[in-house]
């Protein structure tokens, strides 16, 4: 029997995920002090449970903490094994030093949960220089793909799709999701000058301006891809597309920004909660 | 030779330690992306150095994350070994499971630290039903006391002191600081009903009302204690009270809400930098 927990924003998605998989839901207070400090209390008793926590690694920082602490108690109060199902994992681009003396966060990130948590699930992880999660963590992980999930959904929610990829990262992913719809698809390439400063180029769109253009990527985060793209789409005469992350990270007001850049819709997968959440991939997160 | 690096925080006590200490100083940035992951870059070279790091641990959960990116990155670039400095030491209160299924949050980050660094360095800890470092540390602790600096600073400062220790855990505490000075003291007793909210119980007062009360404590948080004690003090027709914390925590808008009590001033030392500070121990934390 599988106890599952939920970090606060995840508790709809773990409710969700208990119901499909027959898990028994935990409960769990996470108080803030006044001082700046944080305190877990697991609330359903643990000993000789497979525990799992449900959190996504959005906004990481406070987060890590709280979860080393959530798994070093559930263990000391005699839990057989502790899980985690992060659907978003932050801190997967930091994946070289960029720059001399950077701390290359993607693998001591990758230490601190593989010492804190027995196994891991995720979806669609940011692998780009690191290929395989197995480089980075000791412990067992299960990629879950949301590519079935984005590919059903465009289907029956989008007619005449051209499936856009806005740089060579997304390329390979974006090429699977159309191929098993049998749409077209296109894939941009990118240059970016800073967090928030990004330049698109792209081929001859001429030929797919009757179509519906549906801009593809894993994770939105300061929208300033999608931004460039959706702007090189309206230069190119192309209808206004519809866009669609797995991970809605939204930092800042980039969601209200890119709502503002000329787009049908925006769609995500609900990896991380937020109002754009359309595509359910919950269910899937079995352990 | 020793190359000290300074969290944001904490870099003018950094510079004061390095000059009487005749450290090295080095640079390093700490950068917040829009997505709310964080950068730590060491811009000096650590290969073969004895590195420490300087950084309080107020308001310690992301600088919990910054300060394992630190230690984890200097290890890597080839640091000797990687000390810290941490005048201030979060989550020292939370010292047992006060109800079912809490966080041991003190043994955790204990832990937690003793794995990251190879050494720590603090001043007055809040060592309540922990009697020593060792119990949770397993890196050596090197513990500063500040009550030679508190000691000297009231008696420069303050004309016919009385010391007050507003509760039995300050008691050992204020008793030497009063001892090392010659000056009379009194501890009172305190009930905690919550977060924010403590009743102060005292002594006969009386015979101290031509003195000057100055209110001694490790900790100045939430303030709630202070401002119990300084109410107390009205009551019992005590002058204005001088307010000494070692660490200036100061939650929220308790600074302000403390100078509003009655007193006379507020002192603090610099173990977290604020305007109170102005007992200078920065000096005293050498390895």
């Known amino acids: 029997m599988i106890l599952l927990f939920a970090y606060t924003d995840n508790e709809q998605q773990a409710i969700s995920l208990a119901k499909e998989a027959g898990y028994e839901l935990g409960k769990m207070k996470i108080h803030h002090f006044p001082d700046g400090e944080s305190l877990v209390q697991l609330e359903t008793n643990v000993r000789n449970k497979n525990v799992i926590l449900f959190c996504s690694l959005d906004h990481p920082d406070n987060k890590l903490v709280a979860i080393m602490f959530f798994a070093q108690t559930a263990k000391e109060l005699g839990a057989k094994s502790v899980g985690l199902i992060a659907p978003y994992l932050g801190y997967m681009r930091q994946d070289q030093r960029f720059h001399d003396g950077e701390a290359l966060t993607s693998n001591i990130v990758a230490t601190f949960l593989s010492q804190h948590f027995d196994s891991l699930i995720t979806v669609d992880p940011h692998l780009h220089r690191h290929t395989s999660m197995h480089e980075i963590y000791t412990i067992p992980v299960k990629i879950i793909h ?7 959904w465009i289907k029956g929610n989008v007619q005449n799709p051209v499936l ?24 941009l390439s990118k240059t970016r000058r800073g967090d928030k400063d990004v330049e698109i180029s792209a081929p001859e769109l001429d030929k797919y301006k009757i179509l519906t253009p549906v801009i593809v990527d894993d994770i939105i985060s300061t929208a300033r891809t999608m931004i460039a793209t959706v702007k090189h789409l309206k230069e190119a005469g192309m209808n206004p597309p519809v866009c669609i992350g797995v991970h809605a990270v939204f930092a800042g007001d980039s969601y209200q920004m890119l709502h503002s850049a000329g787009i049908m819709k925006i769609v995500t997968c609900n990896t991380i909660a937020h109002p754009s959440n359309a595509i359910d991939i919950a269910y899937l997160l079995e352990y």
Chains 1, 2 share one sequence.
């Open 164 to 187: 856009i990829g806005p740089d060579e990262e997304s390329g390979q992913w974006v090429t699977d999701v159309a191929k098993k719809i049998d749409v077209p698809y296109i894939i």
């Open 146 to 152: 949301a590519a079935d999930a984005i590919a059903e």
